[in-house]
């Protein structure tokens, strides 16, 4: 009989370059600047234009990023952590685990890290930490995501992590009025256990 999963534990894991730690009460101000950064808007799929990419932020936006950060703690059904670069101490970004299914004990991954934070290997490291908990303490059995084609960067991460790709839907959205395939990956407990 399968355990049920324990996501109301917000665990703080240290890697060789970041460390994953929970949210604290004012980081939704930090949380500002990377959420709004447009490279991470465009590609985590929040715009679907330049424009929008480079649109200030609304004072509901704000609250409602402040009302959300406050309350990651409190999930039952969802992690989300807070990374930190371990150089200098600062909050660089953020990962991710919903969307969980209890009968099959898989999860989707997302991962943001704004400007400052980017090509430093910082994502590298928090996804290997963050898939070593999940894996080795939530007990998860698959770890999926979703990728837009015209993110490598993010894509080289996840296959230096293990994760396959499973297909692509194609033509699957629209940005600057281009269509943009998807990418799905995934990476099943016995291959990351096989690595
Ligand atoms: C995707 C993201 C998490 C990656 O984290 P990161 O710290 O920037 O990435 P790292 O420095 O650990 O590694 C980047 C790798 O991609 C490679 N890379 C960079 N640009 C690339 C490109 N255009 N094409 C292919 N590979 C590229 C780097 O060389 C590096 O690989 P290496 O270590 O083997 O040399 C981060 O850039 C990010 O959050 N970006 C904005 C939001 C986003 O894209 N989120 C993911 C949505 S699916």
Redesign the pocket.
């Known amino acids: 009989m399968k355990t049920e999963i324990d996501f109301l534990t917000k665990p703080t894991l240290k890697g060789e370059k970041v460390i994953l730690r929970p949210f604290a009460t004012e980081d939704w101000e930090k949380m500002i600047p990377l959420l709004t950064?447009p490279?991470?808007k465009r590609?985590?799929?929040s715009v679907a234009n330049d424009e929008e990419a480079n649109a200030p932020i609304s004072s509901e936006e704000a609250e409602h990023i402040k009302q959300w950060y406050q309350s990651r703690n409190q999930q039952t059904d969802r992690l989300d952590l807070a990374i930190i670069e371990r150089a200098n101490g600062k909050l660089v970004?953020e990962v991710v685990f919903n969307d969980f299914e209890e009968t099959t004990r898989n999860v989707n991954f997302?991962?943001?890290?704004?400007a400052s934070?980017?090509?430093?290997?910082?994502?590298?490291?928090?996804?290997a930490l963050f898939l070593q908990y999940g894996f080795e303490v939530l007990g998860l059995h698959k770890v999926e995501?979703?990728?837009?084609s015209f993110?490598?960067?993010?894509?080289?991460?996840?296959r230096?992590n293990g994760f396959v790709l499973e297909g692509i839907k194609r033509e699957d959205f629209l940005y600057n009025d281009e269509y943009i395939d998807t990418k799905i990956f995934g990476l099943l407990k016995k291959e990351y256990e096989g690595r």
């Open positions: 950064d490279e991470v590609l985590t799929g970004g997302r991962i943001l890290i704004g934070g980017r090509g430093k290997g910082l994502g590298t490291d928090a996804t995501l979703e990728v837009y993110n490598p960067r993010a894509e080289k991460v996840y230096k």
